[in-house]
């Protein structure tokens, strides 16, 4: 069985609250559901891990490579401008992984047009809400059955 891990970043905790007119009015909790209800009717295995501290999430993403997580789905917020630690840590144990962002970081502010991911990542989704969770899960799905569509 397929398992994913949704690691999410800074600030996410707030979600629902923070800021609405981008980020929406989901929480954290409700896209979790969401999602946990998606993988029971595709039949894979999903975990969620969200953390303001970038060590916990270095931490976390480690254990992942080593243990039997096959594919990340991670929302790095904050820490996709910054955080050279978390692009090695998924560098470090070959974690494939999947970059979503609420909003779409490209029409936001120049220093968040700049991904540390991005380029290591099986793809990024930008811009779509919650609803580019259930995308990215999808796509997860699709790479690790190597079904990724062609035209």
């Given at each position: 069985m397929l398992q994913v891990l949704v690691l999410n970043g800074p600030n996410l905790n707030l979600l629902g609250s923070r800021e609405p007119d981008k980020?929406?009015?989901?929480?954290?909790?409700?896209i979790q559901d969401g999602l946990t209800s998606l993988a029971g009717k595709l039949?894979?295995?999903?975990e969620f891990y969200q953390s303001n501290s970038e060590g916990a999430l270095v931490d976390r993403v480690q254990q992942a490579?080593?243990?039997?997580?096959?594919?990340?789905?991670?929302n790095p917020?904050?820490?996709t401008h910054t955080s050279v630690a978390l692009r090695d840590a998924f560098l470090g144990v070959s974690l494939p992984f999947?970059?979503?962002h609420l909003s779409n970081i490209?029409?936001?502010e120049a220093f968040r047009?700049?991904?540390?991911?991005?380029?290591?990542?099986?793809?990024?989704i930008a811009g779509f809400?919650?609803?580019?969770?259930?995308m990215a899960l999808d796509a997860a799905v699709n790479y690790h059955k190597e079904q990724l569509p062609t035209f």
């Open positions: 980020y929406g009015t989901l929480s954290l909790s409700d039949d894979i295995g999903i490579g080593l243990g039997s997580v096959d594919i990340a789905i991670v917020a904050a820490y999947i970059e979503v490209y029409k936001r047009h700049h991904s540390y991911f991005s380029d290591i990542a099986i793809g990024t809400g919650a609803a580019g969770y259930a």
